[in-house]
Each structure stands twice: as C-alpha cells, then as structure tokens.
C-alpha cells in the first residue's frame, strides 16, 4: 500500500522564496493507493531544517479532517527569513511519510528617502522630484511610484506615475501634470520590488 501527500504546497500563486502572506495558505493532494479516504494530517513549520522532532514555528498537533486546504496559523513569519515546512497525512492509522518544502518570506524594499523638493522649496516648471534609491534585501529589481497631490491630507492627487526604473543612486521624475502657480504641493513615493511595496515616503512639499 502507498499512501503520499504530493503536490505540497504554501501561498496561492506565490513564488515560494517571495511569500508576502503572513498567513498563507498550505495545499497538498492526498494520494492513496487503496482508494481509502484521507482521516486526519499533520503539519509542522520550523526554522530549522534538520528539525525532525516538532515544529518550532508551528506545530498543528493531529488533526482529524479530510481537507487538503489548510490556513498557517503559527507564530508570527519573518520578513526575510527561511522557513522549512513539512507535512503529513493519514488513513485510520496508517500514516504517509513526511513531504517537505522550504519557504522564504519576502524582505520589502526599504522606503525611498526624498531628496527634492522638499521643506517647501520654491521651483519652476517643469518640476522634477528625486529620492535615494531604495535597498532590498533580496537584491531584487526595484521599480518607483511618485504621487503628486494638492493637499497635506494626501486626498486629491494631481498627477503620479507607476514603475519608474532607478538612476544610479538617485531616481528622478518630471511632473507632467500643469500646476498652477503659486500653489503649495505634496507628494510621496513607494518602492516595489515585483512582490510587494515598501511604506511610503515621508511627504515632501514644495512651492
């Protein structure tokens, strides 16, 4: 008799080493050779990959349940960190072996810091806006989103623009929007590194 837990999986349509979800989902596909059904499953979570005794993240205990869609509801995953998960599952008392996967939570971007206009420096047009690039810790690709707005609330925004490539150390964008003369304006930016954004920016203003 075979019995497997195959298809071992964690986070939907996410790539495994960029989990964003901190509480993602675990699927698997029970396989038994018999055609018995699935009685209960087993899953641990660890940091530790040589870990074969418990899971020090997440320990689910036997549970009694058929389903192959289980939520993580562990301690708390890391940004960052690697995660080792393993799974098994079980007809009456006749267990499968151990499937296993590793998993990394993805590190954000860190949040671009302006460097004009800001503290309410008067310019002309055309009006061009600058941050220092962003780091990651994954040394992912990462791309820029200014956003211009009329109020130091951040509600009514005049003008952005989505996926900027960085400069060298500095990334620049021009405002197309027309802003009218003397006028006060804000503006933020966030930085993406194909998996999830930073926190936004500081505001900036200028005149």
Known sequence: RVLEVQNLNIGVNENRMHIIDHSPMISFDYYDSMGEEQTSYQIQVSVDSSSTTTGDIWESGIVNSDTTNVQYAGNELID????????????????SNWSYLSFRMNSKPTVPILVSQINNQVTTTPTILSVLNSMDAEEDNILYSFFVYEDASMETRLDSVIGIPPGQDTTKWQIGFSLPDNGQYFWNVTANDGFENSNLSEIGSFL
């Open 80 to 95: 960052g960190n690697m995660y080792y998960l393993r799974v098994r599952a079980a007809s009456g008392d006749f267990w």
